[in-house]
């Protein structure tokens, strides 16, 4: 089994940055794809950002695109989360989550626990 651990949340200024990291713990793991999600109070969870594990290409949602890099360390096993320019509609929890190779139509079915980002002015 394969569990994803979120760290590097935080509290931080407008206009600040704040770095995210997702390690896939367990076996070793190549997923097809990883992702970063988010859950502001009140509101459903939205997408921020993907990544496709093979070949690094990258999505970003438009609230975030310019401000937020997504990047893959696949030899660790460990996807980033690199946030600047924040702003204080950013502040969520933010979950990572990750597609299996093989079992895509799946969607995204490893998720993990979440880590609080808090953007104040």
């Known amino acids: 089994q394969v569990q994803l651990v979120e760290s590097g949340g935080g509290l931080v200024q407008v206009g600040g940055s704040l770095s995210l990291s997702c390690a896939a713990l367990?076996?070793?793991?190549?997923?097809?794809?990883m992702g970063w999600f988010r859950q502001a109070p009140g509101k459903e969870r939205e997408f921020v950002s993907s990544i496709m594990w093979s070949n690094g290409v990258t999505l970003y949602a438009d609230s975030v695109k310019g401000r937020f890099t997504i990047s893959r360390d696949n030899a660790k096993g460990t996807m980033y989360l690199q946030m600047s320019g924040l702003k204080a509609e950013d502040t969520a929890v933010y979950y990572c989550a990750a597609v299996q190779t093989g079992l895509e139509e799946r969607g995204y079915d490893y998720w993990g626990q979440g880590t609080q980002v808090t953007v104040s002015s």
């Open positions: 367990g076996r070793t793991f190549s997923p097809y794809a």
